[in-house]
Structures are given as structure tokens and as C-alpha cells.
């Protein structure tokens, strides 16, 4: 009955491996985000997707990826990870209408 | 732009005690106001929402949050703080650029809220 969810929910990999980070909403809602949470804990948007459009892209690096193969799914690709992308990320799901966002368990990401 | 700020990193409070967690807001015109919390290695649950109405909001939990426009300012509080209400909580605002498109979260830096037996 999960709301927003996330796999994997841990994230161990080398630098320069490419990864994958998929999430689902079953909230019927219109647009998805990805967030980034870094080691001070500050939280930043990276992307959102309004039925399946990219609407919001927050100056992130070209190896990040975002997917949207219907409205309930956005995944996140990373290419040739890097250290500095180590962080949790949150996959999130909003009403057009309503204000309020919805928030996936996180997946923290740690690159060696 | 919009933004939030939370000028404390860190509130103790001895359990039983009143607690308040401040926010101030910057935007242009009526703010669409939120807070979250997040407790160790979880995700970010929604605690209570401000859009328009009574200036004192209630959430989950017992918590409730007044909001005050002459002094831009949206702070979390509770009667009477549990120990279970140790985590880190955070103010945002909803930005409304893309508002008919979803829209984003803008959130403060986060206050560690520390409740002590």
C-alpha cells in the first residue's frame, strides 16, 4: 500500500559505474520529482515530470537522466558515477492541483 | 524567489515541554507554506500545509503551526514534546513557477529536533 516507493533502497557502488534508481507512485498523481538530500542534509529538486514531460530541470549534471515511461514511474539514471554524487534521493509525486508532495523512503547512494 | 529560512539547527527540549521550531518565508504574494519531518533513515512525511484560511494550522501528530504574515513567519509547535518527536524538521515553500505543472518544493535547512526524558 505504499505511496511512493523507491528501489534500491541502499546504493553501494565504485565511481564510473553507471546506476539506476526506479520509483512508483499508486496516488493517481500528475507529476513526479526527484530530490537530492546531501551530507548537510540540505534538500534540492532535480527534476520533475508533468505526465511524463520533463517541466523542471534544476542545473544538474548531463550524467543524470531522468525517465518517465508513464505517469506513475520516473526513474533516475546516473551515468559514471562520481564521489560527489554520493547523497540520498527522493523520488516524490504531487497533484497538479494540490499543493502537497509526497515523499519515497529515500535511497542513499554511496559511490567508493 | 522564493525561500524559507530556519535559524535554528538545533532545538532541545525536555519531553513534556512546549516546543517550537521557527520558519520565516520570502515570496511574492500568498505563500503556500509546509512542513515535513524525517526520522533516521526514513523518508519525508507531511506534517500540516498553510494555503489559505485560519492563520493557526493543525497536523499529525499533535504538532500545529501558526501562520503570521505581518512578521513572514510560519513556526511548528506542540503542547507537550514526546521523545518520539526527535528528528529533523523541514519548512518549505511551494514555488509557483510551473504552479499548472506541479510546481517544486523549496525547503529550508533543516532543524534537528532533539527531545530529551
Known amino acids: 500500500d505504499t505511496a511512493v516507493s523507491q528501489t534500491p533502497k541502499y546504493l553501494v557502488t565504485q565511481m564510473g559505474n553507471d546506476k539506476s534508481i526506479k520509483c512508483e507512485q499508486n496516488?493517481?498523481?500528475?507529476?513526479m520529482y526527484w530530490y537530492k538530500q546531501d551530507s548537510k542534509k540540505f534538500l534540492k529538486i532535480m527534476f520533475s515530470?508533468?505526465?511524463?514531460?520533463?517541466?523542471i530541470n534544476e542545473t544538474v549534471p548531463n550524467r543524470f537522466s531522468p525517465k518517465s515511461p508513464d505517469k506513475a514511474h520516473l526513474n533516475l539514471h546516473i551515468n559514471s558515477l562520481e564521489l560527489g554524487d554520493s547523497a540520498v534521493y527522493f523520488c516524490?509525486?504531487?497533484?497538479?492541483?494540490?499543493?502537497?508532495?509526497?515523499f519515497g523512503q529515500g535511497t542513499r547512494l554511496t559511490v567508493v | 524567489a522564493q525561500s524559507v529560512a530556519q535559524p535554528e539547527d538545533q532545538v532541545n527540549v525536555a519531553e513534556g515541554n512546549p516546543l517550537t521550531v521557527k520558519c520565516t518565508y520570502s515570496?511574492?504574494?500568498?505563500?503556500?507554506l509546509f512542513w515535513y519531518v524525517q526520522y533516521p533513515n526514513r523518508g519525508l512525511q507531511f506534517l500540516l500545509k498553510?494555503?489559505?484560511?485560519?492563520?493557526l494550522v493543525k497536523g499529525s501528530y499533535g504538532f500545529e503551526a501558526e501562520f503570521n504574515k505581518s512578521q513572514t513567519s510560519f513556526h511548528l509547535k506542540k503542547p507537550s514534546a514526546l521523545v518520539s518527536d526527535s528528528a529533523l524538521y523541514f519548512c518549505?515553500?511551494?514555488?509557483?513557477?510551473?504552479?499548472?505543472?506541479?510546481?517544486?518544493?523549496?525547503f529550508g535547512q533543516g532543524t534537528e529536533l532533539s527531545v530529551k526524558p
Open positions: 516524490a509525486s504531487s497533484q497538479v492541483s494540490g499543493p502537497s508532495a509526497f
Open positions: 518549505a515553500v511551494r514555488d509557483l513557477a510551473f504552479y499548472n505543472q506541479g510546481g517544486k518544493l523549496i
Open positions: 498553510y494555503i489559505t484560511g485560519d492563520n
Open positions: 496516488l493517481g498523481h500528475d507529476t
Open positions: 515530470y508533468n505526465n511524463k514531460e520533463l517541466i
Open positions: 515570496v511574492s504574494g500568498n505563500p503556500y
